[in-house]
């Protein structure tokens, strides 16, 4: 095989490469090509990273562990010669810096101690060695300060961020509170609704018991008018019997008739209002006591709402209540706010008491109910008999 090797700057091609051919063959071969002597570093070239080869590395081997990548773009080796009178030194054993994808370890073997190369009879000289030990210790320095950076940067990347977590679930638990919120704030809103539906039906329910009272009381008055007539009739039909030997004829009993009649039909008007004015103090009843029952959901959603406003904004605002403070001051707190918010508020019904009852004007109280100012039937129908 063939390996393509810069030597500065200019392409030298190996071939005859094989499988156990080292990277100090291919130096020895490149001097010997170029005719210079002098101490080579052959380094390998892959996208963006450098590798210095080792004397004994392979380089088809380390060609062949690239796999895919290696195919994709054959990797570019890099000759470097450094000039020297004397000798040819052989490429130096460095600890190989990170390739792409691996991540450097502090506890990497030390490097090795360069091997004598192939040189003249003549050994280097005290200053040459000396020279060549400062020069391999400064590399080793500077590599060992590249790989402390190199770790420190891979411990930065490899720490989570510390308040994105924190901050993702702060986000969501607002969200939640908002949606919550929204939630029940539509719900205030459609009992807000129904309430003052109740409202209207209750107040056309009470005009209408109104009405009710006061055909109940015309018809009252109306029964007290036509029992007196008549019990005034019967006594002057009594009177006219007794000074009477014979009675007048059937026109007095067709009068009796005609008023027993009419005073039968009064009465049962009166029943039949009296039961209409029962069913109606019912559904006022019943319209009074769901009336209060949404009247307490509304007092319970408001005092949840404010809890959850209360939250938001400590959550908001990020202020959590000190040791001191404990749960009886935060219910004090919301106990003045509902203090605050029932006076601030207008009355929307009038006619409730303490007790949920209903309450009637000062001016017009309940009229009593007629069946207790109206004759019996029994007193009503006395049959006449002349003396």
């Known amino acids: 095989m063939e390996l393509k090797v810069w030597v500065d700057g200019v392409v030298r091609v190996v071939c005859g490469l094989s499988e156990d051919t080292s990277c100090q063959d291919v130096v020895i071969a490149l001097a010997q090509a170029i005719g210079q002597t002098g101490r080579y570093v052959l380094i390998q070239r892959l996208r963006d990273s450098e590798r210095q080869l080792l004397a004994n590395e ?3 081997e380390s060609m062949a562990k690239l796999g895919q990548l290696g195919n994709e773009q054959l990797p570019k080796s890099k000759l470097k010669h450094f000039k ?7 490429p130096e054993q460095a600890r190989a810096s990170p390739t792409p994808g691996a991540v450097p370890t502090a506890g990497g073997p030390p490097p090795a101690a360069p091997g004598p190369a192939p040189g003249p009879a003549a050994g280097p000289s005290k200053e040459e060695v000396f020279r060549k030990v400062l020069q391999q210790q400064e590399r080793m320095q500077a590599l060992e300060a590249q790989l402390d950076v190199l770790q420190e940067e891979v411990r930065v990347w490899e720490q989570p961020p510390p308040a994105a977590a924190s901050q993702r679930e702060e986000a969501r638990l607002l969200e939640q509170a908002v949606r919550r919120n929204e939630e029940e704030l539509a719900l205030e809103e459609a009992l807000e609704r129904e309430l003052q539906a109740e409202a209207e039906a209750e107040r056309g329910l009470r005009g209408r018991l109104g009405e009710l009272r006061a055909k109940m009381d015309d018809c009252g008055r109306r029964l007290s008018d036509f029992t007196a007539r008549s019990a005034q009739l019967e006594r002057q039909i009594r009177q006219e019997g007794r000074h009477t030997p014979r009675p ?3 026109v007095p009993e067709e009068q009796l008739d005609s008023l027993r009649a009419e005073l039968h039909t009064q009465q049962h008007q009166g029943a039949e209002l009296e039961g209409s004015v029962t ?9 009074e006591a769901l009336l ?3 009247n307490e959901e509304l007092d319970e959603l408001n005092k949840e709402l404010r809890q959850c406003n209360l939250q938001q904004f400590i959550q908001q605002t990020g202020a959590l209540p000190s040791q001191s403070q404990t749960r009886t001051d935060l219910q004090e707190q919301l106990e003045q706010l509902e203090q605050l918010e029932q006076l601030e508020q207008p009355e929307q019904l009038d006619g409730y008491s303490n007790g ?11 009229a009593p109910r007629p069946s207790s100012s109206w004759g019996t039937p029994e007193t009503c129908r006395t049959p006449w008999c002349p003396v």
């Open 356 to 366: 949920g009852s209903l309450s009637y004007p000062s001016e017009s109280p309940p």
């Open 84 to 90: 020297k009178p004397a000798h040819r030194d052989s």
């Open 292 to 294: 209060q029952a949404k």
């Open 248 to 250: 007048r004829g059937p």
């Open 279 to 287: 069913d109606m103090e019912r559904a006022l009843g019943k319209a």
């Open 58 to 60: 392979r380089p088809l």
